[in-house]
């Protein structure tokens, strides 16, 4: 029966090749083809990727309620925070987000190098995208703005030099969700980068192949949606209260 | 013919040319850019509602481009990702639907 291929007649032999196009060595017994064995690695992976919009969504939530509740201390606190730094760090990660989709687009079509190269660039944005963000936190203990004993928090000025009170405690919370959010995310960005240093050094051993490359596609989905949850930390933490 | 098939297969996981790619992430980056400069723009209560449809427009290219969620094969993806965000609407919604009616405060 192994030799089907060989003995069969060439009409039995064209609906072998299509059915196997190539034998493909990762495909798990227990599954039909690599199409659905792709789909339920993908469906899981997004089950996982729920589980993390539910995880991060609870402190979107929080840091609403709390808006909502002490907004003159909200806004303030927003202001001292560094716009400029905010933005290059979104564009970083959007960068960053093309970069992976252009790797998936390499594993896709087997060119081993580009894909590795791809990764490592994914890897050194992610490790920017940490370095400015280290400043961000440096900057914050500088200003005596960590919540803790040091918290220093005073009242600050509108436009035209009229002085806003703001309460410390309330100013303080706001710090402590400002570092709780971003300090979650940019923990998903370290387990991101050492995925992704995983991945190219995998990927340089040619362990992924256009048969097989599942893991470059689910690390992508990962790493696309810690960039979406910093798309929508930067306006909430930094934009939104500019004005109030 | 192969490469007929080649094409359908493309569509059917989604998946674009590089440069596709590439324009999507400059239309972020510019994106990015405009959300920037309109927080210096006093809009009064419409700079949050402006700010958050840009992240959101973001987010979905993001999702239906970048993350293939657009032209998946398996429609239970996408069954998955709606009820993710379905799920997140409830946690937010019924909250600030709460927080934001508490009148006698």
Redesign the interface.
Known sequence: MHDSRLTSSPAATQVITADHEEPNPALLHHFADP?QQK?AA??GM??F??TE??FF??M??AY??YR??YFNAFAAGSQQLN?WMG?IN??VL??S??T???A??AA?AGKRKLLVGYLVVTVLLGMTFLVIKGFEYKEKFEKHHVPGPNFNFTDTFDDNGKQIPVDSKQAELFFSIYFAMTGMHALHMIIGCGLFGTLAVLAWKGHYTPAYFTPIENG??YW??V??IW??L???L???S??S | MAEHKDQAADQEHGTHSQFFYIGIGVVLLVLTVTTAAVAFVNLGPLNPVVALSIATFKAALVVLFFMHVKGASEKLTGVVVVSGFFFLSILLILSLADYLTRAWR
């Open positions: 199409q789909n993908s469906l997004w089950l990727l729920v919009i539910m969504g609870g979107f939530c609403l309620i909502i509740e716009i933005a979104t564009a959007i960068v987000s093309v992976v989709v252009l998936v687009k896709e992508g989905l696309h949606l960039d979406i798309i929508y930067f306006p909430l930094y934009l939104i500019r004005h």
